[in-house]
């Protein structure tokens, strides 16, 4: 069964600091991997998606890298602003399966 | 578009009561996907459909727990009889149709959730 973990669980950074989110998975046999940001009491928006061919993917001040091979994720956020401020989810998609396994995210604080 | 709609957002209930929840997906979605969101367990995925159809419900976590899609346009989830343990936040997501021979699965939207307290 896929396991999905985040690592720190809690980031609080000042404004204007570059920071790494990480996420690992136990089964490296995934179709995607995607990143969510939840703003409280608010639903997931999708950040970036990554195929399982794809080493990277990168969306303004955001880049998302994927390591299939040893189970990881990171996601950069360059140069924090306090609208970054948010809980980030990482998740991905078993091959063959349209079903996404959640990380429990990372609450993300960045401070003016 | 309004986005996947949920009701109601908040629901306090007592032990043992029924509740509903309702979903809209997005119009032109064919997959529907239910979740549930706790502190200690995360994002669970409780059931998903493809065409009005239930695809896998092994996230259910009990009988309590029942889904339906009646149309393509409306979903519920309801727990009869509910408990302390239930309490969470409740998630719809729907996406669109994966066309034969498309590599990629396409983006599941989420709704903004409801979030359930059992007393």
């Known amino acids: 069964k896929q396991e999905v973990t985040q690592i720190p669980a809690a980031l609080s950074v000042p404004e204007g600091e570059n920071l790494v989110l990480n996420c690992s998975f136990t089964?490296?046999?995934?179709?995607?991997l995607q990143w969510f940001r939840q703003d409280p009491g608010k639903g997931l928006t999708s950040l970036l998606l990554i195929q399982s061919s794809q080493r990277e993917q990168t969306s303004g001040r955001l880049n998302a890298s994927l390591d299939k091979s040893s189970g990881r994720s990171t996601l950069y956020i360059a140069a924090s602003q306090p609208g970054d401020s948010a809980t980030y989810l990482c998740?991905?998609?078993?091959?063959?399966?349209?079903?996404?396994?959640f990380g429990k995210g990372t609450m993300l604080l960045v401070s003016p | 578009d309004a986005g996947v709609i949920q009701s109601p957002r908040h629901e306090v209930t007592e032990m043992g009561q029924e509740v509903t929840l309702r979903c809209k997906p997005i119009?032109?979605?064919?997959?529907l996907f239910w979740y549930r969101q706790t502190m200690m367990r995360g994002l669970e995925l409780l059931i998903y459909f493809n065409n009005n159809v239930p695809i896998d419900d092994s996230g259910m976590p009990e009988d309590r727990f029942s889904a339906k899609m009646p149309n393509a346009s409306f979903s519920t989830l309801k727990i009869q009889p509910s408990e302390p343990r239930d309490s969470a936040v409740y998630f719809c997501?729907?996406?669109?149709?994966?066309?034969?021979?498309?590599?990629?699965?396409?983006?599941?939207?989420f709704g903004p959730g409801t979030r359930l307290t059992v007393l």
């Open positions: 119009s032109g979605h064919n997959s």
């Open positions: 998740a991905v998609r078993n091959s063959g399966y349209s079903t996404l396994t």
């Open positions: 997501a729907s996406s669109l149709p994966r066309r034969p021979g498309q590599g990629t699965y396409n983006e599941q939207f």
């Open positions: 089964d490296s046999a995934i179709y995607n």
